[in-house]
């Protein structure tokens, strides 16, 4: 689905987005499943393994900011993940040899869907080279008014920001005075639902509150070169660390490249997901629902 123009374009740029890559069937059955787990989230009062829930959440207006690993969730969710469509522009970036990481579904209700600060993925899950990605499915047209995600171009080439707070804590955002030029020079990855975005581990993002009538759902996931090996080690034991092989074989010899690492340590003030993780900011850059 994509050629060398476009491979060009994400090394150089750190991201691309590919329109239309999956097919109107797919996109109504993950929405289907995706209204009914939020219905189901008026059974919660508090984040879960599978809810983050937005402020204001309640069982009479259930609101919820993030289902999380929906992969493991519902299987509309892997099939997406494993489709053959979306694997064979993956090699085309990252080699033969396929590993997800982690997925997330982020939901931005219409009015009120939270922001995400200024991040580099990088700075949360290291790895032994940078050949590590994270894939955005567009569940919902995505245009400028209702959040969609802005990735500095360029930036995966460059300084890996701090992004620890003023205590030395790990705060899961970058303070936004010290990333001004950049932050200006941010693209947004707009597109019709079923295209896909591709940014860069190291590439600077963040997203704005959902101002919009509409909602904005966004499939992410990350995914590596099966020789990038996590540095803060696997996340879950060595069966599941196989079934997470979307291409090719597990690699116990990780190819090193001499690259900028800060560790996210010491752990930060809240943890369980970004939102929360950048929450205790004194220095947000995004507006926020009333
Ligand atoms: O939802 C978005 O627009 C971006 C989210 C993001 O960067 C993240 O969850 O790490």
Request: proline share 9%; charged share 25%; hydrophobic share 40%.
């Amino acid at each position: 689905m994509i050629g060398e123009q476009e491979v060009r374009a994400y090394r150089r740029d750190g991201v691309i987005v590919v329109p239309d890559v999956l097919g109107p069937d797919v996109l109504a059955r993950m929405r289907q499943v995706l209204a009914q787990l939020v219905a189901e989230s008026a059974g919660v009062q508090e984040h879960t393994a599978v809810y983050d829930l937005e402020p204001g959440h309640s069982a009479a207006d259930p609101r919820v900011r993030r289902i999380k690993a929906p992969h493991k969730v519902h299987s509309v969710f892997d099939e997406v993940v494993r489709s053959p469509r979306v694997i064979a522009i993956l090699q085309a970036l990252l080699g033969p040899g396929i590993r997800l990481h982690n997925s997330k579904l982020n939901l931005k209700s219409a009015r009120y869907g939270s922001p995400v600060e200024w991040h580099q993925d990088w700075a949360f899950y290291p790895h032994t080279n940078d050949d590590v990605l994270a894939v955005g499915v567009m569940l919902d047209d995505m245009d400028l008014s209702n959040g969609p995600m802005l990735v500095t171009p360029g930036s995966h080439t460059g300084p890996v920001f701090d992004h620890h707070d003023r205590e030395g804590r790990f705060a899961g955002m970058v303070d936004p005075d010290t990333i001004r030029p950049e932050i200006a020079r941010a693209v947004p990855c707009l597109g019709r639902a079923g295209s896909i975005s591709f940014h860069h581990v190291r590439a600077l993002h963040g997203s704005a509150l959902n101002t919009s009538d509409r909602p904005r759902s966004f499939l992410l996931y990350e995914v590596s070169a099966a020789d990038a090996w996590p540095l803060l080690g696997l996340r879950t034991d060595w069966a599941d660390f196989e079934r997470e092989m979307l291409a090719g074989e597990p690699v116990l010899q990780p190819r090193m490249k001499d690259l900028p690492v800060r560790l996210p340590y010491p752990p930060p003030l809240k943890g369980g997901s970004i939102y929360e993780t950048q929450s205790t900011s004194a220095k947000p850059y995004f507006t926020r629902a009333a």
